[in-house]
DNA sequence: CTGAAAGCGCTTACAG
DNA sequence: CTGAAAGCGCTTACAG
């Protein structure tokens, strides 16, 4: 309703120039605060932009330096605390570094995620931080690496791909929770996760194309193996994707003849839906069923018990991953790592002893 | 590591206009979009484009057009479900009407959100949606409607502004929830905020700079103030901002002699510390003390009890702002709207009924 | 339907 | 220290 309101034509380097009665390269370079330009001249220039309100356009700075500076981050799903705490680390350590973070949501569907990653470099991000959906189709990963802007991976890791990654301890974390609950008497263990499940049981842990799921669960495997329990690949449930979906896993796995009595959550929406579908059965935690989950979510610490948890450092892992791609960005020599974030098991009440 | 990370100079139109041996203007029409081309050129195009992998340079393209496909959103803190549930409802409409959105935090910071909003003019967002702060320092507000960028505010509105808001019904909301306490018997009941408390008590609800949390106590003062219960200001409690505050707030009000039967809780965030608060001071919720709690947070359905919330349909906020502001980007013609999102009251295990 | 030229708002050598 | 010119990679009239 405001008059003003019709964009008119900005302010731009020529009109603070002519106001300021110099060159447009005059009046561009103390604008963009490079060159040399004599006090007085100087101030006359920022007196007139000041007067225009000059606003500098930052895509045209961009189509001449060839830097935007903008960092962009696929992530697989916003609204879970792991990557929103994530962000934040990202975020921070981006902004600490003069750049800016521009975001985008996978859905973990690799469809979005390739879409994401064409449009951040057509938005010729200086560098992209990605939580791969999947480890085993890479064509467009591969891609941003030719189109010369670097890459970081979060929390999943790709060898194939030569490329730094930035993750958990996801195997000693797992084997630590593992170890734990055998310590307390565990001998049936579950391992629940929301990777979809392609078409019924898991017969082949390689096959999980989720690095960091995978990894926990070749720790959780070799743990249950070397303890000398039977069939541990059995205890590995995929598909808990939605509450009605883990109300299933659950109800199935505790109706089985040997059911478990501690369960593992691969993080923590599963860990919730996991709490809701025992409390909904009737099961109390920890008496009926142990369990542990991943991330130091909020909910984990006012339930009745608290829950037993992985506290995986996510704001670190993602100030690291940040700090990774400014390097890289600015091609500090540096040789491809993983960089692992260690993890460590905080013991609340979610666990029970079990006797002999 | 590898040799093909170096950024070589990418693709432009005129390379693939040299391949397809046409004219500069022509390959860009095949490759834009736009104007119109013979089928056949088109196919030479498109094959050389794909040969040689061009990706349209969306920066050029906005610098061209003067529009940039990005909306630009400034939100309190991401990392509060509120706001991570916003961005979502607000990223799926602007996706869906072909936006992208860049995300930035103000920590509810007023000088953080001014550079953001800075930033994001000087990348030239066709739109923003801002969470403002502070209702009552708008200035570089106006420099957004000056600068001819469409702006929608996002849970709190500013009237002198004239511009659109889409919050909640937050004194009906307030309303609402503090009848339902005394319809229960209660008879001291405290709201408590994160706010910044300006040197001790509340004085002047006036005073609240955030217009959600304004109206809330607005609506909780005139129901206790219709009820004919006594300073019903005296209960208003601000300054919630972390745990440690939020636990010296609690122990203030329930070591006063007239101590709140009932609290009020104006975010999820302030929600959980209380909740912490009321738990390490031994006293157990409904039986010592009721609460209610804005905001449907997923720790408030699993907690002993339940808490009984304010559905905020946050969702739906942040897909109606997007929607909104898509139309002021578009042009559509419409008179400047506080748009609300109602909100309902999700009764769970609490509230306590008190004996009279 | 196709092409040559100008322009978007900056930065970057190159002269002076 | 200051200026005139070219260039970044597109799109947009304007001719033909």
Redesign the interface.
């Known amino acids: 309703?405001?008059d003003?309101?019709?964009?008119?034509r900005?302010v731009t380097v020529a009109d603070v120039a002519k106001a300021a009665k110099v060159s447009k390269a005059t009046a561009a370079r103390v604008l963009g605060g490079y060159g040399v330009v004599s006090a007085k001249i100087t101030d006359q220039v920022m007196a007139s932009a000041a007067a225009l309100?000059y606003?500098?356009?930052?895509?045209?700075r961009?189509?001449s330096t060839g830097r935007?500076g903008?960092i962009g981050v696929v992530v697989g799903d916003?609204?879970n605390a792991f990557f929103?705490?994530a962000?934040?680390g990202i975020?921070d350590a981006a902004r600490l570094a003069g750049f800016?973070?521009?975001?985008?949501?996978s859905g973990e569907q690799l469809d979005a995620e390739k879409s994401a990653v064409?449009?951040l470099?057509?938005?010729?991000v200086d560098g992209l931080i990605v939580t791969p959906a999947r480890c085993d189709n890479i064509d467009h990963l591969r891609?941003i690496?030719?189109?010369?802007?670097?890459l970081v991976l979060f929390d999943r890791a790709i060898p194939e791909l030569?490329v730094d990654a930035v993750t958990g301890d996801d195997q000693d974390a797992a084997v630590t929770a593992t170890r734990y609950l055998i310590g307390q008497g565990h001998r049936r263990l579950a391992y629940v996760s929301a990777m979809d499940a392609e078409g019924g049981g898991l017969t082949d842990v390689g096959r999980i194309s989720n690095s960091a799921v995978r990894e926990r669960v070749e720790g959780f495997v070799s743990v249950l193996t070397e303890a000398g329990l039977p069939n541990p690949l059995h205890y590995v449930r995929l598909g808990a994707t939605d509450q009605q979906q883990t109300d299933g896993v659950i109800k199935r796995l505790v109706s089985e003849g040997s059911s478990p009595t501690a369960l593992l959550a691969s993080d923590s929406l599963v860990g919730?839906r996991i709490?809701?579908s025992l409390?909904s059965l009737g099961l109390s935690i920890p008496s009926d069923v142990s369990m542990i989950c991943f991330l130091d979510a909020?909910?984990t610490?006012?339930?009745?018990p608290p829950i037993t948890i992985i506290d995986q450092r996510v704001y670190e892992m993602g100030k690291l991953a940040s700090e990774r791609l400014v390097a890289r960005i600015e091609r500090t020599p540096l040789?491809?790592e993983r960089l692992r974030v260690s993890t460590r098991l905080v013991v609340r009440g979610s666990v029970a002893t079990i006797g002999r």
Do not use: C, Y
Not at 121 to 124: E, L, P, T, V, Y
Not at 145 to 150: C, F, L, N
């Open positions: 309703m405001e003003s309101a019709h964009s008119k900005s309100e606003r500098p356009n930052e895509l045209a961009s189509m935007s903008i916003i609204e929103s705490l962000v934040r975020s800016n973070v521009i975001i985008a949501n064409d449009l470099i057509g938005k010729r891609d690496r030719r189109a010369g802007v670097p030569d919730l709490f809701k409390q909020d909910w610490s006012v339930t009745v040789a491809v």
